[in-house]
């Protein structure tokens, strides 16, 4: 990543990404029309409350029994709270909040969940990035683990990190989930993307997650 | 599908990864020569001289993505009273010549930060009009790289 | 409303350049990309950003379809008096916004 890159993140003003936050920390506070709970209702202040907790995701969720990640832990919240408006996945509301959410674990450390009862996932995960897949038959690991630091054509490669999610990515010229960026890497390889909120996605940002420990949280993070 | 489409199809599907990059939709606006350019400039001068130097423009030789160049102007060494009214900004390959045109006055530092879209490796223009009615600028040359996997 | 973020000093002293940082929410449609129809988008961008302090524009951007998303704009004026600044946007669409930030120059 380019130095000019690397200032715009550094520099609040600069970032774009911190717009998003700034709609997350509304929606926070926002309580569903004709009254009923915001999330600071229960939640209090995200700046106490939510420190340290996009750090921790995805973590083990006793309800399904299986891993479930920042987005999906806020949709279940809100499926539970009533009057909450519907946030689909990739939807603005949904990646703002995240953003939010994620800004208030920025400079922790990643720090993957020890919970046991994870580690099959973890392991679904690392195989589906060993896994070649699409027309050019190429794995996660054929690129990020192997050529990280190499260039493809212009670009550099880089190793894969996941730790500044949702980010404002150049080339989208908005803001975006790792599912999002994880479809882009698979249409590059010709792969189907499997739909969002998939368990194949969640258990690859478990892996991800583990991988990049103990890197700092940089959400919102920008990329080119 | 035809047997034949189809194959031809999956020839350009495992072409290098960098292809996908290639934006044809995009790229049928992108300007052949400058003649545009130069007639925005004109317009922008009154068909003044500009003399190159004085005003400096700070924008990565690299970038890395076209949808975002960070772009820094400066005129330094201003004499006694003498301030800069108007910095215009022009690319060569963008479907517009007109980049960014910014109009400051005694009260503002001739020192000004954006960012700027680029369609394709090209040559910044940059040209400042001072109070003493004197026309100067700079150009550069930007490369853009091209995002490995876009949207899809 | 779109969300604007400004980076301005409360305190100045008298006669010394402030830094003012701007950065608005927009989507600057070019007017040249195909949606997912293939059809090309209309522009949609913003056209004018507008400096108003101590009685006059001290500053003044015309704006572009090569001005990137999110448009990010960083400039210096002189600390006069105290007093508001006004920070205007204006685009297609009837776009317009002001944000307005209180000067104190000592």
Not at chain 2, 23 to 40: I, M, S, Y
Not at chain 3, 33 to 53: H, L, V, W
Request: hydrophobic share 40%.
């Amino acid at each position: 990543m380019s130095a000019s890159t690397q200032a715009m993140q550094r520099d609040d003003v600069q970032n774009p990404g911190m717009l998003a936050a700034g709609q997350g920390e509304a929606l926070w506070n926002a309580q569903p029309p004709g009254g009923g709970q915001s999330c600071a209702s229960c939640h209090g202040d995200a700046t106490a409350s939510m420190k340290g907790v996009a750090a921790r995701y995805p973590a083990f969720d006793e309800a399904t029994r299986r891993p479930i990640d920042l987005q999906d832990r806020i949709r279940a919240c809100n499926a539970r709270r009533p009057g909450a408006p519907d946030m689909p996945h990739e939807s603005e509301e949904l990646v703002a909040l995240s953003a939010y959410v994620g800004l208030q674990s920025r400079g922790t450390p990643t720090a993957p969940d020890p919970d046991p009862r994870l580690a099959p996932f973890r392991a679904r995960g690392q195989a589906l990035f060993e896994r070649p897949i699409g027309q050019l038959n190429l794995s996660c690991a054929a690129c990020h683990d192997a050529r990280a630091g190499g260039r493809l054509a212009g670009a550099l490669i880089p190793q894969g990190h996941p730790n500044g999610y949702p980010l404002y990515r150049l080339e989208w010229q908005g803001m975006g989930s790792l599912q999002r960026r994880l479809r882009n890497c698979m249409t590059g390889v010709r792969a189907e993307a499997p739909p969002f909120g998939a368990p194949d996605f969640v258990e690859l940002e478990l892996y991800l997650q583990s991988r990049a420990a103990p890197l700092a949280v940089e959400t919102p993070a920008v990329r080119p | 599908m035809t047997a034949v489409s189809r194959r031809s199809a999956l020839g350009i599907g495992a072409g290098a990864l960098a292809l996908v990059t290639v934006k044809p939709a995009a790229a049928q606006f992108v300007r052949k020569d400058g003649a545009a350019t130069l007639e925005a400039i004109r317009a922008f001068t009154g068909g003044k001289e500009a003399a190159p130097g004085k005003i400096v423009m700070d924008i990565p030789p690299l970038v890395e993505n076209g949808n975002s160049a960070p772009l820094k102007l400066d005129v330094p060494g201003l004499g006694d009273g003498v301030f800069v009214r108007r910095i215009g900004v022009f690319n060569e390959k963008n479907p517009l010549p007109e980049t960014v045109t910014l109009h400051l006055g005694p009260r503002t530092a001739p020192r000004v930060q954006t960012r700027i879209r680029l369609a394709d490796s090209q040559t910044i223009t940059a040209i400042a009009e001072l109070s003493d009615g004197t026309f100067h600028s700079a150009t550069a040359d930007v490369i853009v790289t091209l995002a490995a996997c876009v949207e899809g | 409303m779109a969300r604007a973020l400004v980076n301005a000093p409360k305190t100045a002293k008298a006669g010394e350049m402030m830094e003012i940082k701007t950065l608005i929410s927009h989507v600057m449609e070019t007017g040249f990309r195909p949606g997912m129809d293939g059809r090309i988008k209309p522009r949609d961008i913003i056209t004018e950003f507008a400096c108003e302090y101590d009685g006059e524009v001290v500053f003044r951007a015309a704006l572009h379809p090569a001005t990137s998303a999110n448009p990010y704009l960083a400039f210096e004026t002189r600390a006069t008096r105290s007093g508001p600044m006004k920070l205007t946007w204006r685009g297609d669409n009837g776009f317009e916004q002001t944000e307005t930030v209180d000067i104190t120059v000592e």
